[in-house]
C-alpha cells in the first residue's frame, strides 16, 4: 500500500495519472454501490486488494475517486482556488442541504466563506471554551444521576441526549421555559424526521437527480420552529440586557455582531449558524463518546491507565483515547469534494464534474502510519499531535470543521464528568462494528451496548 511521499514539498506534483487508469471495484448497480457505502469495512478492504486509488462510476451519479493516500488529502487541502468545493458535493452526495438549509451549503461555497469562519472563530476558541464548562458540567452531572447502574444500556441514546442538553445551554443558552421547551420538541421532531422513509426517499431522489432536493416541508417547518427560537432569544437578549455576562455560543454572536460593518452576522445568519452546530454537532459529539465507552469496555488495561490519570488531575491521556478513538472510529467516513473544473491532485488528473473521496476510514488506517492500525493504543496520540493529512476526523483545509475545537473541548469536559461519577464495566463480547447510518455517520452496530456502575 505504500505511495510515495511528499510530505516534504509544497506543491503538487504535475499531473501523469488519469482516472482510467485506476481500478474500479466491480459494482454495477445503484444496489451495489449502497452495499459498497453502507459497509465501511467491506469499502476499506477494497483498497487492500485494488490499490490506494479507485474509481467507481453508476449510472445517473458523478464519477467518483476514492483514495486513501495522505498526500492527496494534502493536495486537496492547501491547493487554494483549486476548483474543489465542499458545498457542490455536499448537495449531491449527502443530505446537508436538506439539514443545514440552501443559505449553509451558498455560503460553503461562497467568497465570504473565509472572512465568516474568521469573523466567528473566537467563539469556539480559548476564552470561550473555558467558558461553557461549567454548563457543560452541570449537564453531564444532571444526566448521570438518571443513568441505570448494573445493567446494560445503549450508551449511544445516552449521549445523544446529553449532547443535546449541552447543545441547548452552550450554543443557544435559552434558559427561559417556554422556548427551551420548543427547541427540545423541535430537536426530537428533527431526530425523527431525519431518521423517515420520506427523508430516505429525498435523499435518494437527490443523489440521482444531480442535487436537486424535492421539497420536504416537514423539515423545512422544524427548521423554521428551531430558528424562530434563535430569533425570540434574540430580541428577548437585546430588550433585557443581562447585569451578568452571559457564557454562550449565542451571546458571542452577538457581540461578534456589534462590530460587523460588512453585516456579516445578521440575525438571520447566526441562526443558520445556530442550527448548524445544533444539526452538525450534537449528534456527531454523541456517537464519538459512544465510541469512546465501546473501546473502553473492551480495552480494561486502557481504562485503567485512565482511571488513574484522571485521579491525578490530567487530561493528556484522556485526550489521546479521544483522539485514537477517532482515529480508529471516525463518526464519518468521508470527507468529499467536487471539481467544479480539471485539477491535479498529487500528480494524478481529475476531470471536471468528478466527486473526490478522501477516505477518511481508510487514510487513518494505514499500518505504515499507524502500525497493527486495527488496535486500540491510545498512547500512539500521547505528547503528540495528529498529523492533519492522516488524522482527518473534523476534514482539513479552508473548510476543516469549524467547531472541531469545541467537540474536542465538549467530549473532554463530557468524559471526564461521566467517568467521575460512574465506571464502565470490562465486556468480553466482540467489538461492535461501524454501521453506516442514516444520514452517513458511522455508529457502533449495537448502540455502544455498555454497563455502568457507581463510583
Excluded at 234 to 254: G, T, Y
Excluded at 303 to 328: K, P
Aim: proline share 6%; aromatic share 8%.
Amino acid at each position: 500500500m505504500a505511495v510515495e511521499s511528499t510530505a516534504d514539498k509544497t506543491k503538487p506534483r504535475q499531473a501523469t495519472i488519469q482516472l482510467r487508469d485506476l481500478p474500479r471495484p466491480p459494482i454495477h448497480s445503484a444496489v451495489g454501490f449502497a452495499a459498497f457505502w453502507a459497509d465501511p469495512e467491506f469499502a476499506r478492504k477494497q483498497f487492500d486488494v485494488r490499490g490506494d486509488r479507485m474509481v467507481v462510476d453508476l449510472p445517473l451519479l458523478p464519477t467518483m475517486l476514492f483514495t486513501a493516500v495522505p498526500e492527496d488529502a494534502k493536495a486537496v487541502f492547501t491547493q487554494v482556488d483549486s476548483g474543489l468545493r465542499l458545498g457542490e458535493a455536499l448537495r449531491r452526495l449527502a443530505p446537508h442541504e436538506m439539514l443545514f438549509g440552501r443559505e449553509m451549503i451558498d455560503w460553503w461555497n461562497g467568497a465570504n466563506h473565509a472572512k465568516l469562519r474568521k469573523k466567528v472563530a473566537p467563539a469556539f476558541n480559548g476564552a470561550a471554551l473555558r467558558g461553557y464548562e461549567e454548563a457543560m458540567v452541570d449537564a453531564a452531572k444532571r444526566r448521570v444521576d438518571e443513568w441505570p447502574v448494573g445493567e446494560p444500556v445503549r450508551f449511544t441514546r445516552q449521549m445523544k441526549t446529553l449532547a443535546r442538553d449541552v447543545i441547548m445551554s452552550v450554543v443557544f443558552g435559552v434558559t427561559e421555559g417556554d422556548r427551551r421547551d420548543r427547541l427540545e420538541q423541535a430537536l426530537i421532531d428533527l431526530d425523527r424526521a431525519i431518521a423517515s422513509n420520506g427523508m430516505r426517499t429525498r435523499y435518494v431522489a437527490a443523489i440521482l437527480s444531480g442535487g436537486r432536493w424535492p421539497r420536504y416541508t416537514a423539515m423545512r417547518e422544524i427548521s423554521a420552529r428551531i430558528d424562530a427560537v434563535t430569533l425570540e432569544e434574540i430580541a428577548f437578549r437585546r430588550a433585557n440586557p443581562s447585569p451578568v455576562q452571559r457564557k454562550d455560543c449565542l451571546a458571542i454572536f452577538l457581540e461578534l455582531a456589534e462590530d460587523d460593518p460588512e453585516n456579516l452576522l445578521s440575525d438571520q445568519m447566526i441562526a443558520v449558524f445556530q442550527r448548524m452546530l445544533l444539526i452538525a454537532g450534537y449528534e456527531t459529539t454523541a456517537v464519538t463518546l459512544a465510541w469512546v465507552a465501546e473501546r473502553l469496555v473492551r480495552h480494561p488495561e486502557v481504562m485503567a491507565t485512565l482511571d488513574q490519570s484522571l485521579a491525578a488531575g490530567a487530561d493528556d491521556y484522556l485526550d489521546a483515547v479521544i483522539t485514537e478513538t477517532m482515529r480508529i472510529r471516525p463518526a464519518l467516513p468521508v470527507t468529499m469534494r467536487y471539481a467544479e473544473k480539471d485539477v491535479d491532485i498529487n500528480g494524478l488528473r481529475v476531470p471536471k464534474g468528478t466527486i473526490v473521496m478522501l477516505y477518511i476510514n481508510a487514510i487513518q488506517k494505514r499500518e505504515e502510519f499507524y502500525p497493527n492500525p486495527d488496535e486500540f493504543d491510545p498512547d500512539r496520540f500521547l505528547g503528540v499531535r495528529p498529523d492533519p493529512h492522516r488524522w482527518l476526523p473534523f476534514g482539513g483545509g479552508a473548510h476543516r470543521c469549524l467547531a472541531a475545537n469545541f467537540a474536542m473541548f465538549e467530549s473532554r469536559v463530557l468524559l471526564r464528568t461521566i467517568l467521575t461519577h460512574r465506571r464502565l464495566l470490562p465486556d468480553a463480547g466482540a467489538g461492535e462494528r461501524q454501521d453506516q447510518h442514516r444520514n452517513i455517520l458511522l455508529t457502533p452496530h449495537r448502540g455502544a451496548t455498555v454497563t455502568l456502575a457507581h463510583r
